[in-house]
Nanobody
Framework: QMQLVESGGDSVQAGGSLRLSCAAS????????MGWFRQAPGKEREGIAT???????SYAVSVKGRFTISKDNAKNTLYLQMNTLEPEDTAMYYC?????????????????WGQGTQVTISS
């Protein structure tokens, strides 16, 4: 079993930056795809950034150019650097993992989930 624990959520003003972290533990492979999803109140959970087993990244249009996903295998940690934050970025942010090298943004394809960390952006 794999456990994921997110941290780094906060309340900041529009235009600011945050870095989210997701610590992985348990039994898993560093070659598994990992991703960041978010869910705003009253909306579906959406995938926003993924990183494949060999390091390839993919971003949703809404965050491309502002967010950067990365991982440090030595620290067993996934990151999401978020810049130029907007009120529309307000949501609960989740990290997730799936047992494949390749990624997609389909929520049901991910096996393991963290508990989420709240990001609130004020205008």
């Amino acid at each position: 079993q794999m456990q994921l624990v997110e941290s780094g959520g906060d309340s900041v003003q529009a235009g600011g930056s945050l870095r989210l972290s997701c610590a992985a533990s348990g039994t898993y492979s560093s070659y598994w795809c990992m991703g960041w999803f978010r869910q705003a109140p009253g909306k579906e959970r959406e995938g926003i950034a993924t990183i494949g087993g060999y390091g390839s990244t993919s971003y949703a249009v809404s965050v491309k150019g502002r967010f950067t996903i990365s991982k440090d295998n030595a620290k067993n940690t996934l990151y999401l650097q978020m810049n130029t934050l907007e009120p529309e970025d307000t949501a609960m942010y989740y990290c997730a993992a799936r047992k494949t090298v390749s990624c997609d943004f389909v929520r049901n394809d991910y096996t393991y989930w963290g508990q989420g960390t709240q990001v609130t952006i004020s205008s």
